[in-house]
């Protein structure tokens, strides 16, 4: 027999050198809404861009890469 199971998303954050894991707030989000929803807390997140997914450990994760101090 053929079973599913929905894979859980996480959220990747670098900062200071520690990766910052952050949970899903909403399964219904976008990750792009999920990087508004979080940017008043981490405000550096405000200049960052979304990229994945990349299935590990079987979880969705996405990775929140910050734009900040790069040219071009």
């Known amino acids: 027999m053929l079973r599913t199971t929905l894979l859980p998303r996480i959220f990747i954050h ?4 520690q990766e910052i894991q952050l ?9 792009e809404a999920v990087l508004n929803f979080y940017a008043p807390t981490y405000p550096i997140l405000t200049n960052a861009r979304v ?8 979880k969705i994760q996405y990775r929140f890469e910050s734009t ?5």
């Open 14 to 17: 670098k900062e200071n050198g």
């Open 68 to 72: 900040m101090g790069t040219k071009g």
């Open 23 to 31: 949970s899903d707030p909403n399964d219904n989000f976008s990750p």
């Open 51 to 58: 990229t994945g997914p990349e299935i590990k450990n079987d």
